[in-house]
């Protein structure tokens, strides 16, 4: 399996932030969702993958090329939260444009996905409604048919019905085992639906990427006394928490905690929960 992303040692430095050499890759037929708090680095990541910022160390190649390789770059599309477009344009016209940027720029794909998107074709992108602009800027990013979806928090502001349709989409691209998504987002539940994998960054560094069925089966959540956390392996605990109605801690392997404390309630534990205890828990 190829990669179509392969990020290494990605470095970029702002006053007060520093992404710590980032090692992040996408294989083709595979959506990999970015996770992250407020302010971890998720966007900064992926503007220096599309050569929007220039890192200050790293390599990455993307499609197995160079980033700044404008046939590399039109096999990319780009969903980012803020739209792109001139807001006087309407879709007819963003269209035209289109078409004479990208070679592979499908004018019919373009109108049937405004069709279904139920964007009129003649109304300017600044009297649409937040959903209405992402939806037009999946429909550009779809229609030159890239091999490579790169979205920032495309899913987010838009309401249930329509992040349904979304995330069948990207279903529907995905189907091509020659394509892949990297996606950021906040509604971990749309990537617990849809991820293959998962990678969260903290702080400006990447804590793991991982399988996202072998992560949610390989976590669960402990709920016992400080004492029994205490008898575990440290291996055992990622982080932990104690409060007023008794401690709990985020644990790998349930099966061997299990063994070790048979009467502890262990439960499931999901993408958020595993992301409140790492960011605000005591990690172990
Ligand atoms: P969010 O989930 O809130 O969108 P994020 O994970 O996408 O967050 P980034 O936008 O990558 O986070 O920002 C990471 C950090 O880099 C933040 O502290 C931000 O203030 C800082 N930062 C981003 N761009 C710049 C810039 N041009 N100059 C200085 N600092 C910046």
């Not at 998720?42 to 160079?66: F, Q, Y």
């Not at 801690?249 to 048979?262: K, M």
Request: charged share 25%; glycine share 10%; proline share 4%.
């Amino acid at each position: 399996m190829e990669n179509l992303i392969e990020i290494q040692g990605l470095c970029k430095h702002y006053k007060d932030f520093t992404l710590d050499h980032i090692d992040l890759t996408v294989p083709e037929g595979q959506i990999v969702g970015l996770i992250g708090e407020n302010g971890a680095g998720k966007t900064t990541t992926l503007k220096a993958l599309l050569g929007v910022i220039r890192p200050d160390g790293g390599t990455i190649r993307l499609l197995g090329g160079d980033p700044g390789d404008p046939a590399i770059r039109s096999q990319v599309g780009v969903v980012f939260e803020d739209s792109y477009f001139y807001g006087g344009l309407c879709a007819r016209q963003i269209g035209r444009i289109m078409s004479g940027i990208h070679p592979t720029w499908d004018g019919t794909l373009f109108r049937d996905y405004c069709r279904r998107f139920e964007l009129e074709e003649n109304k300017p992108v600044k009297d649409f409604s937040r959903g209405m602009r992402m939806k037009m800027s999946l429909a550009t990013a779809l229609a030159h048919r890239p091999k490579l979806l790169v979205m920032d928090e495309a899913t987010s502001g838009l309401d249930p019905v329509v992040r349904g349709e979304m995330l069948d989409l990207f279903l529907e691209f995905i189907q091509d085992e020659g394509h892949a998504i990297l996606m950021s987002s906040h509604i971990t539940a749309d990537l617990e639906r849809i991820a293959d994998q998962i990678a969260y960054i903290h702080k400006g560094k990447l804590l793991f990427q991982q399988d996202k069925d072998l992560l949610l089966e390989d976590m669960a959540i402990l709920r016992c006394s400080a004492s029994e956390i205490d008898s575990l392996p440290k291996n055992l605990v990622v982080a932990r928490r104690g409060g007023a109605y008794g401690s709990a801690a985020l644990v790998r392997h349930p099966q061997n905690v299990r063994r070790l404390l048979p009467g502890a309630v262990l439960d499931r534990a999901d993408i958020d929960e595993i992301m409140q205890f790492i960011s605000g828990g005591d990690r172990q």
